[in-house]
């Protein structure tokens, strides 16, 4: 499996990278949305984790709807956000996020959730 971590926080992409040593999958890190794009356009991958709150002019709820625009490869998103309202919440998933959660976040429950989207897919 082939995962893409946008998130623009160096502790909590590396607490993320140190979790998927547990799986069997490919890594690929962008700590802005447009470099996000970037490497989701080079790797495609199967799941996105996207951080709602990112630097350079393109939040995640933007990245969502750009890789869901995207009809060439379909993958799972996971948005990772400390905007934990339940309208922040129904903005990801109307965005296209299959799940979300809200920061601060457990390392169990990340890779419950993914092991959910990958048997999923």
Do not use: W
């Not at 502790?11 to 547990?22: E, G, H, K, P, T």
């Amino acid at each position: 499996m082939k995962i893409l971590i946008i998130e623009d926080n160096a502790s909590v992409r590396q607490l993320i990278v140190m979790a998927l040593d547990f799986m069997d999958c490919e890594v690929f890190e962008a700590v802005n949305g447009r470099s996000g794009l970037d490497q989701y356009t080079e790797h495609k991958p199967d799941v996105v984790l996207l951080d709602v709150m990112l630097p350079g002019g393109l939040d995640g709820l933007e990245v969502c709807k750009a890789i869901r625009a995207d009809t060439s490869h379909r993958c799972k998103i996971l948005m990772l956000s400390a905007k934990a309202q339940l309208v922040d919440q129904f903005d990801g998933l109307m965005a296209g996020a299959d799940e979300y959660i809200a920061k601060p976040f457990s390392v169990t429950e990340l890779l419950a959730k993914l092991q959910i989207l990958n048997d999923k897919a």
